[in-house]
T-cell receptor, first 113, second 114 residues
Framework: TQLLEQSPQFLSIQEGENLTVYCNSSSVFSSLQWYRQEPGEGPVLLVTVVTGGEVKKLKRLTFQFGDARKDSSLHITAAQPGDTGLYLCAGEGVETSGSRLTFGEGTQLTVNP | DVKVTQSSRYLVKRTGEKVFLECVQDMDHENMFWYRQDPGLGLRLIYFSYDVKMKEKGDIPEGYSVSREKKERFSLILESASTNQTSMYLC?????????????FGQGTRLTVV
C-alpha cells in the first residue's frame, strides 16, 4: 500500500498570513493531485502535478512536485477566509490494470478574519 | 457540467441490514472509486473499477462488495451493516489515463448504522 503523509493536520492562521502544507511519501507516484473539500461536499480538484520538480501556480496558491516525485507542497500567500477548508493531496499510482488514487489524511485550514 | 451523483445524501440503517449505495457518472469515465472518509483518517479506498465487470480491492475492502454492470454505474454493497461502517462514503470517477483533470467526486453519502 502506498502511503501519503500530510502535515500539519490542523492549521489556524490570521488573514494575510502565508502557509505551507506538506505531502510526503516513500513511494513514487505518476502524478500528484491537490483537492479542496468544503463541509458536506466531495473534494474538488485544484491542480495536478506530473513532472518531478514541477511548479504550478493558481492565483495565490503555489504547488510543487518534488524532484523524485515522492512529495509535494502547497503554499498559500496572503491567505483569505475564503481559503478555509480541508486540503487533500492524492498520489496516482499506475497499477497493471487501471490506476488508483491514494489520499493523505488532509489538512484542515482555518483562516480567521 | 460534469457530474457524479450519489443516490442518497443521508442514510440510517440497522445493524445486519444489507445496504446499497449507488453512484452514477455522466462523463464516460473508465475508472470509478468508492472511498470512506473518517475524521483524522482521510479518504480510504474501499474498491475501484477500471472497466465494466472489473473490480480491484482497495485498502479496506472487508465487509464490502461492489458491482459494475454498466460503465456509468458503480454500486457499493454492505453485506451486513455494522456500527463501525458508520461513515461518509464518497464515490469518484476519472479517466483511465489521467490527462490532468483528476477525479470527480459525488457529494457523499453519510451513512449511520444503528
Amino acid at each position: 500500500t502506498q502511503l501519503l503523509e500530510q502535515s500539519p493536520q490542523f492549521l489556524s492562521i490570521q488573514e494575510g498570513e502565508n502557509l505551507t502544507v506538506y505531502c510526503n511519501s516513500s513511494s513514487v507516484f505518476s502524478s500528484l493531485q491537490w483537492y479542496r473539500q468544503e463541509p458536506g461536499e466531495g473534494p474538488v480538484l485544484l491542480v495536478t502535478v506530473v513532472t518531478g520538480g514541477e511548479v504550478k501556480k493558481l492565483k495565490r496558491l503555489t504547488f510543487q512536485f518534488g524532484d523524485a516525485r515522492k512529495d509535494s507542497s502547497l503554499h498559500i500567500t496572503a491567505a483569505q477566509p475564503g481559503d478555509t477548508g480541508l486540503y487533500l493531496c492524492a498520489g496516482e499510482g499506475v497499477e497493471t490494470s487501471g490506476s488508483r488514487l491514494t489520499f493523505g489524511e488532509g489538512t484542515q485550514l482555518t483562516v480567521n478574519p | 457540467d460534469v457530474k457524479v451523483t450519489q443516490s442518497s445524501r443521508y442514510l440510517v440503517k440497522r445493524t445486519g441490514e444489507k445496504v446499497f449505495l449507488e453512484c452514477v457518472q455522466d462523463m464516460d469515465h473508465e475508472n470509478m472509486f468508492w472511498y470512506r472518509q473518517d475524521p483524522g483518517l482521510g479518504l480510504r479506498l474501499i474498491y475501484f473499477s477500471y472497466d465494466v465487470k472489473m473490480k480491484e480491492k482497495g485498502d479496506i475492502p472487508e465487509g464490502y462488495s461492489v458491482s459494475r454492470e454498466k460503465k456509468e454505474r458503480f454500486s457499493l454493497i454492505l453485506e451486513s451493516a455494522s456500527t463501525n461502517q458508520t461513515s461518509m462514503y464518497l464515490c469518484a470517477s476519472s479517466l483511465l489515463v489521467d490527462t490532468g483533470s483528476g477525479a470527480f467526486f459525488g457529494q457523499g453519502t453519510r451513512l449511520t448504522v444503528v
